[in-house]
């Protein structure tokens, strides 16, 4: 499995991003997703997450602000990122983690594949 995230970008506090993760290659083992974020010096922190069984988690940070989905028909998860705030600039990562390992927050231990990452600033 690959993912290929985009949709980063520079953008002014108060103002919205959308990234995306287009997944390919073997799908066909059940899997969860999941967008992590970090900024060089600290660690990674989870930002949202879409579990086993349907349901959603978010950081507290973003609950209220930042919307994941995904489109299973065009294999692709996404972030909206709505009232962005200066500490939300990161790099921002979409996972994978097979069902067996689905959970919240998102551990690197648990996460199957990575993406590339995608920089996400915002300015005041």
């Known amino acids: 499995v690959q993912l290929v995230e985009s949709g980063g970008g520079s953008v002014e506090a108060g103002g919205s991003l959308r990234v995306s993760c287009e997944v390919s290659?073997?799908?066909?083992?059940?899997?969860?997703t999941g967008w992590v974020r970090q900024v060089p010096g600290k660690e990674r922190e989870s930002v949202a997450a879409?579990?086993?069984?349907?349901?959603?988690e978010y950081a507290d940070s973003v609950k209220g602000r930042f919307t994941i989905s995904q489109d299973t028909h065009k294999n692709t998860l996404y972030l909206q990122m709505d009232s962005l705030k200066v500490e939300d600039t990161a790099m921002y990562y979409c996972?994978?983690?097979?069902?067996?390992?689905?959970?919240?927050?998102?551990?690197?231990?648990?996460?199957?594949?990575w993406g590339q990452g995608t920089q996400v600033a915002v300015s005041s």
């Open positions: 996972t994978i983690s097979t069902f067996l390992r689905c959970g919240w927050p998102v551990l690197e231990r648990d996460v199957a594949t």
């Open positions: 290659g073997d799908t066909s083992r059940l899997y969860c």
């Open positions: 879409i579990l086993s069984d349907g349901n959603i």
